[in-house]
Protein backbone atom coordinates (compact mmCIF):
# COMPACT_ATOMS: atom_id res chain seq x y z
CA UNK A 1 0.00 0.00 0.00
CA UNK A 2 1.24 3.42 -0.83
CA UNK A 3 1.47 5.90 1.94
CA UNK A 4 0.22 9.40 1.19
CA UNK A 5 1.80 12.37 3.09
CA UNK A 6 0.13 14.99 4.35
CA UNK A 7 -0.39 16.86 1.16
CA UNK A 8 -2.37 14.27 0.09
CA UNK A 9 -4.37 13.32 2.62
CA UNK A 10 -5.75 16.51 2.48
CA UNK A 11 -6.44 16.34 -0.96
CA UNK A 12 -7.92 12.62 -1.21
CA UNK A 13 -11.19 11.22 -0.84
CA UNK A 14 -11.25 7.67 -0.44
CA UNK A 15 -13.35 5.05 -2.19
CA UNK A 16 -15.17 2.08 0.35
CA UNK A 17 -12.72 0.05 -1.78
CA UNK A 18 -9.42 1.40 -0.78
CA UNK A 19 -11.15 1.78 2.82
CA UNK A 20 -11.47 -1.80 3.03
CA UNK A 21 -8.20 -2.47 1.53
CA UNK A 22 -6.38 -1.10 5.00
CA UNK A 23 -5.44 -4.44 7.04
CA UNK A 24 -7.05 -3.09 10.28
CA UNK A 25 -5.70 -4.41 13.59
CA UNK A 26 -8.52 -5.55 16.83
CA UNK A 27 -7.91 -1.87 18.25
CA UNK A 28 -11.51 0.26 18.94
CA UNK A 29 -10.82 3.47 20.81
CA UNK A 30 -13.50 5.13 22.32
CA UNK A 31 -13.62 9.06 23.14
CA UNK A 32 -15.85 9.81 26.43
CA UNK A 33 -17.02 13.43 25.83
CA UNK A 34 -13.31 14.52 24.49
CA UNK A 35 -14.09 18.32 23.76
CA UNK A 36 -10.73 19.73 21.88
CA UNK A 37 -11.47 19.40 18.11
CA UNK A 38 -7.20 19.32 17.62
CA UNK A 39 -7.42 16.28 19.98
CA UNK A 40 -10.00 14.94 17.97
CA UNK A 41 -8.45 15.40 14.79
CA UNK A 42 -5.10 14.02 16.31
CA UNK A 43 -6.62 10.89 17.98
CA UNK A 44 -7.75 10.19 13.80
CA UNK A 45 -4.30 10.26 12.57
CA UNK A 46 -2.99 8.05 15.60
CA UNK A 47 -6.00 5.56 14.71
CA UNK A 48 -4.70 5.36 11.44
CA UNK A 49 -1.36 5.01 12.38
CA UNK A 50 -2.19 1.52 14.40
CA UNK A 51 -4.67 0.83 11.77
CA UNK A 52 -7.49 1.08 14.50
CA UNK A 53 -10.44 -0.98 13.54
CA UNK A 54 -12.91 1.84 14.54
CA UNK A 55 -13.14 5.40 16.46
CA UNK A 56 -15.92 5.72 18.37
CA UNK A 57 -17.26 9.68 19.25
CA UNK A 58 -19.06 10.00 22.01
CA UNK A 59 -21.43 12.11 24.11
CA UNK A 60 -20.46 15.88 23.65
CA UNK A 61 -17.74 14.85 21.27
CA UNK A 62 -17.68 16.83 18.23
CA UNK A 63 -17.60 14.80 14.94
CA UNK A 64 -16.96 15.58 11.46
CA UNK A 65 -17.49 17.06 9.14
CA UNK A 66 -15.58 20.02 11.52
CA UNK A 67 -12.91 22.06 10.33
CA UNK A 68 -10.13 22.30 12.92
CA UNK A 69 -10.95 18.03 13.51
CA UNK A 70 -10.60 18.02 9.24
CA UNK A 71 -7.23 20.00 9.74
CA UNK A 72 -5.60 18.19 12.89
CA UNK A 73 -6.08 14.79 11.53
CA UNK A 74 -4.63 15.83 8.04
CA UNK A 75 -7.57 14.26 6.45
CA UNK A 76 -7.32 10.69 8.22
CA UNK A 77 -10.72 10.94 9.24
CA UNK A 78 -11.61 9.93 6.08
CA UNK A 79 -9.62 6.74 5.94
CA UNK A 80 -10.54 5.57 9.53
CA UNK A 81 -14.31 4.26 10.19
CA UNK A 82 -15.77 6.20 12.78
CA UNK A 83 -19.15 6.43 14.38
CA UNK A 84 -21.05 8.73 16.90
CA UNK A 85 -22.86 7.40 19.85
CA UNK A 86 -24.58 8.87 22.44
CA UNK A 87 -22.17 7.87 25.47
CA UNK A 88 -19.50 5.57 25.92
CA UNK A 89 -21.54 3.47 27.86
CA UNK A 90 -23.51 2.70 24.40
CA UNK A 91 -20.36 2.18 22.11
CA UNK A 92 -19.18 -0.39 24.79
CA UNK A 93 -22.12 -2.07 25.40
CA UNK A 94 -22.54 -2.78 21.55
CA UNK A 95 -18.69 -3.42 21.08
CA UNK A 96 -19.34 -5.90 23.89
CA UNK A 97 -21.98 -7.52 22.14
CA UNK A 98 -20.62 -8.21 19.08
CA UNK A 99 -16.55 -8.65 19.92
CA UNK A 100 -15.70 -12.05 22.33
CA UNK A 101 -13.10 -11.03 24.90
CA UNK A 102 -13.19 -7.88 24.17
CA UNK A 103 -10.84 -6.13 26.50
CA UNK A 104 -11.88 -2.51 27.79
CA UNK A 105 -9.05 0.09 29.05
CA UNK A 106 -9.84 3.03 30.30
CA UNK A 107 -6.88 5.54 30.32
CA UNK A 108 -7.80 7.59 34.25
CA UNK A 109 -5.77 9.19 37.28
CA UNK A 110 -7.86 6.87 39.41
CA UNK A 111 -7.60 4.86 42.66
CA UNK A 112 -7.65 1.76 41.41
CA UNK A 113 -5.63 2.48 38.15
CA UNK A 114 -2.52 1.08 37.39
CA UNK A 115 1.09 1.79 35.96
CA UNK A 116 0.67 1.97 32.23
CA UNK A 117 3.18 -0.37 31.27
CA UNK A 118 2.05 -3.15 34.27
CA UNK A 119 -0.79 -4.33 32.42
CA UNK A 120 -1.17 -7.20 29.98
CA UNK A 121 -2.73 -5.73 27.19
CA UNK A 122 -4.57 -8.06 25.12
CA UNK A 123 -6.55 -8.28 21.26
CA UNK A 124 -9.29 -7.27 20.93
CA UNK A 125 -8.86 -4.24 22.89
CA UNK A 126 -10.86 -1.10 23.47
CA UNK A 127 -9.46 1.88 24.70
CA UNK A 128 -11.03 4.68 26.34
CA UNK A 129 -10.02 8.28 26.97
CA UNK A 130 -12.03 11.22 28.59
CA UNK A 131 -13.18 14.72 28.44
CA UNK A 132 -9.97 16.49 29.01
CA UNK A 133 -10.57 18.32 32.38
CA UNK A 134 -13.72 15.79 33.62
CA UNK A 135 -11.74 12.52 32.70
CA UNK A 136 -13.17 9.51 31.72
CA UNK A 137 -16.78 9.11 33.08
CA UNK A 138 -17.77 7.03 36.35
CA UNK A 139 -20.05 4.67 34.51
CA UNK A 140 -17.11 4.03 31.84
CA UNK A 141 -14.70 3.26 34.81
CA UNK A 142 -17.23 0.68 36.63
CA UNK A 143 -17.31 -0.97 33.00
CA UNK A 144 -14.10 -1.35 32.16
CA UNK A 145 -11.77 -4.42 33.31
CA UNK A 146 -8.72 -1.64 33.49
CA UNK A 147 -7.87 1.99 34.57
CA UNK A 148 -4.43 2.60 33.87
CA UNK A 149 -2.19 5.58 34.20
CA UNK A 150 0.84 7.28 32.83
CA UNK A 151 3.35 8.51 35.95
CA UNK A 152 3.85 12.03 35.79
CA UNK A 153 7.34 12.72 37.73
CA UNK A 154 7.33 16.55 37.21
CA UNK A 155 4.30 18.90 38.40
CA UNK A 156 2.11 18.50 35.77
CA UNK A 157 -0.65 16.35 37.17
CA UNK A 158 -1.28 15.23 33.44
CA UNK A 159 -0.39 14.45 29.42
CA UNK A 160 -2.69 15.82 27.05
CA UNK A 161 -5.77 12.78 26.12
CA UNK A 162 -3.67 12.79 22.63
CA UNK A 163 -0.52 12.33 23.64
CA UNK A 164 -1.74 9.55 26.78
CA UNK A 165 -3.52 7.60 23.84
CA UNK A 166 -1.04 7.52 21.66
CA UNK A 167 1.51 6.25 24.34
CA UNK A 168 -0.71 3.22 25.53
CA UNK A 169 -1.96 2.72 21.43
CA UNK A 170 2.13 2.02 20.96
CA UNK A 171 2.34 -0.07 24.09
CA UNK A 172 -0.60 -2.23 22.30
CA UNK A 173 0.99 -1.98 19.44
CA UNK A 174 3.67 -4.50 20.72
CA UNK A 175 1.45 -7.62 20.62
CA UNK A 176 0.57 -6.90 16.87
Not at 20 to 34: E, T
Not at 156 to 163: A, D, E, F, T
Request: proline content about 4%.
Amino acid sequence: MTKLGAKELRKTDPSSEEIKAIKRHPIYIVLDNVLDTYNIGSIFRLADAVAAEKVYLCGETEYPPNHRIEKASIGTWRWVPWEHCDSATEAIKNLRSNIKDLQVVAVEQNSKSIRFDQYDYQLPICIVVGHETEGVSKEVLEMADAIVELPMFGINKSLNVMVSAGIILYKIAEKI
